[in-house]
């Protein structure tokens, strides 16, 4: 019996996005092109599909394949071969300027792939965490009812903050007119 691993779709993140780069095409198309494309989504850059082979078929991938019309076919067919689940987003550009064009629009209306996603649901708790209103504290226990000999009690009342701050250190004026402040012990060691 064979178990069918996961399928992905253009409107869910997954948990592999790789930007598979076409061999023959110019650096520019990576760091002028396809720049702001990497910097919004960070992507793992591929230049052949032995990477993607290695994913286990628990997790879902996407494979953006940037390249000349010319290569996209046999790029297309090595992402199969190495998954045959993965899903190709296909970015073919002749030109390096077309490709920037298409990538920065992707980037800025946040559609790694072209459409936009769904959105993740809000989790909704049933019971939610509250917390102690105060500190818990152990007293001893005189009837010794306990086996550890003290009564554990939680305050009825939350426990207040520190409103007040100490008053700032008196300063004494002497007769030469010099402000000194008193110090709270020796600066330098001795008695």
């Known amino acids: 019996m064979r178990s069918m691993p996961l399928q992905i779709t253009p409107d869910t993140l997954p948990d592999y996005h790789f930007l598979y780069i076409a061999p023959n095409v110019e650096p520019d198309w990576f760091f002028v092109a396809a720049r702001q494309y990497y910097e919004t989504y960070r ?23 940037l390249a000349r019309r010319d290569a996209f076919r046999s790029m297309a067919v090595q992402v199969a071969q190495a ?42 708790l049933r019971d939610p965490i509250l917390p102690t209103p105060g500190a818990i504290i152990a007293t001893p226990d005189p009837d010794n009812t306990n086996f550890s000999g003290f009564v554990t009690q939680v305050p009825t009342e939350p426990a207040g903050f520190i409103t007040l701050t100490p008053s700032p250190t008196p300063n004494f004026e002497d007769d030469a007119g010099i402000v000194t402040s008193a110090t709270p012990g020796a600066i330098v060691g001795g008695n």
Not at 50 to 63: M, Q
Not at 88 to 98: G, N, R, S
């Open 43 to 65: 992507p793992t850059i591929i230049s052949n599909g032995d990477l993607i082979a290695i994913i286990p078929p628990s997790f879902t991938v996407v494979v953006s394949i």
């Open 83 to 124: 998954r045959e689940t993965a899903y190709l987003d296909a970015l073919i550009y002749e030109t390096a300027t077309e490709a920037e064009i298409a990538l920065n629009s992707r980037a800025m209306s946040e559609q790694p792939f072209g459409v936009p996603l769904v959105p993740t649901p809000t989790p909704f």
